[in-house]
């Protein structure tokens, strides 16, 4: 079946980085954009970052530009998020999640059609 399996996540000290790993299996998702969301405890989950199927388009949330990258290896089914300066603010589960259209990106959850179990994001200040 298919799966998105999220890695790297943990905890780390304000103003450190993480990087997360997004593995797909089952399918190959090359021809869709792939994002990653948080989700912070009594808060909505809110989109982090979007990358189109080719790699050449992505998208970023205001609070994360300048210090947040996507990335995406298509050989390997795999999309990565290179965090860096991290804040508090950033203490969230993020799941990796692939769009359920071909061809499109959008930055809203519910176009997301796969979704991984998540990994934790503890930013201590």
């Known amino acids: 079946q298919v799966q998105l399996v999220e890695s790297g996540g943990g905890l780390v000290q304000a103003g450190g980085s993480l990087r997360l790993s997004c593995a797909a299996s089952?399918?190959?998702?090359?021809?869709?954009?792939m994002g990653w969301f948080r989700q912070a405890p009594g808060r909505e989950r809110e989109p982090v970052s979007i990358?189109?199927?080719?790699?050449?388009?992505?998208y970023y949330q205001d609070s994360v530009k300048g210090r947040f990258t996507i990335s995406r290896d298509n050989a390997e089914n795999t999309v990565y998020l290179q965090m860096s300066s991290l804040k508090a603010e950033d203490t969230a589960v993020y799941y990796c999640?692939?769009?359920?259209?071909?061809?499109?990106?959008?930055?809203?959850?519910?176009?997301?059609?796969?979704w991984g179990q998540g990994t934790q994001v503890t930013v201590s200040s």
């Open positions: 999640a692939a769009h359920a259209r071909p061809y499109t990106i959008t930055s809203v959850a519910a176009d997301f059609g796969f």
């Open positions: 089952g399918r190959t998702f090359s021809g869709y954009a």
């Open positions: 990358i189109g199927w080719n790699g050449r388009t992505t």
